[in-house]
């Protein structure tokens, strides 16, 4: 089976850090991709952890631990504009390039 | 390149109505996927398509949709007959890549539909 939790909401400050944490349940697992999804529009892509460890973009990181199921995207000096959805994506290889997506976690930046 | 195309942007219709959403790919992308989005289900992925080929329907809520890959740059979604629990926002993404590894997908903009 598969299954995946992110927290549902996420509140912080403009010029913080936030954390959005990922558990995932799938077989054949490939690797972790994260998406953002502003309101009105479309999932565009942002990171992918194939390897454990932390994978730096900017002023967005992702981290993956294979052993413990669990990734989590991290966003630094937040900006206004990164008020969005963001939705941790297993790579399930039972279906080769699939991806599977839940409800997101939606981040709201106050000034 | 433009990007994936979906039409219509909007599609309200009345319970009974036979839908068909269309998608584009970008060109030279060899994966095909239909999602659907809705506050309480998130997305969720209905159908995948590998060289024009349905490898996975197993998403495809039930017997009233069906999805078609007739070429490389065209997709078909369609819903018949249409019932307002299908009210959701569908996406078409596509992604270029050999089978068993991970390629970026990228979204068209979605296709509201309303079903009253």
């Known amino acids: 089976g598969q299954s995946l939790e992110q927290p549902s909401e996420v509140t912080a400050v403009e010029g913080a850090i936030v954390q959005i944490n990922c558990t995932y349940q799938?077989?054949?697992?490939?690797?972790l991709s994260w998406y953002q999804q502003h309101d009105g529009g479309a999932p565009t892509f942002l990171s992918y952890?194939?390897?454990?460890g932390l994978e730096e973009t900017g002023r967005f990181s992702s981290f993956l631990s294979r052993s413990d199921s669990y990734g989590y995207l991290l966003l630094q000096e937040l900006q206004m504009k990164d008020s969005a959805s963001y939705f941790c994506?297993?790579?399930?290889?039972?279906?080769?390039?699939?991806?599977?997506f839940g409800t997101g976690t939606r981040l709201t930046v106050i000034p | 390149d433009a990007g994936v195309i979906q039409s219509p942007r909007h599609e309200v219709t009345e319970m009974g109505q036979e839908v068909t959403l269309r998608c584009k790919p970008i060109?030279?992308?060899?994966?095909l996927f239909w999602y659907r989005q809705t506050m309480m289900r998130g997305l969720e992925l209905l159908i995948y398509?590998?060289?024009?080929?349905?490898?996975?329907d197993s998403g495809m809520p039930e017997d009233r949709f069906s999805a078609k890959m007739p070429n490389a740059s065209f997709s078909t979604l369609k819903i018949q007959p249409s019932e307002p629990r299908d009210s959701a926002v569908y996406f078409c993404?596509?992604?270029?890549?050999?089978?068993?590894?991970?390629?970026?997908?990228?979204f068209g903009p979605g296709t509201r539909l309303t079903v009253l």
């Open positions: 993404a596509s992604s270029f890549g050999p089978a068993g590894g991970y390629n970026e997908q990228f």
């Open positions: 799938t077989s054949g697992f490939y690797g």
């Open positions: 952890n194939a390897l454990d």
């Open positions: 994506a297993p790579v399930d290889q039972t279906g080769a390039n699939n991806l599977f």
């Open positions: 060109s030279g992308h060899n994966s």
């Open positions: 398509f590998n060289n024009n080929v349905p490898i996975d």
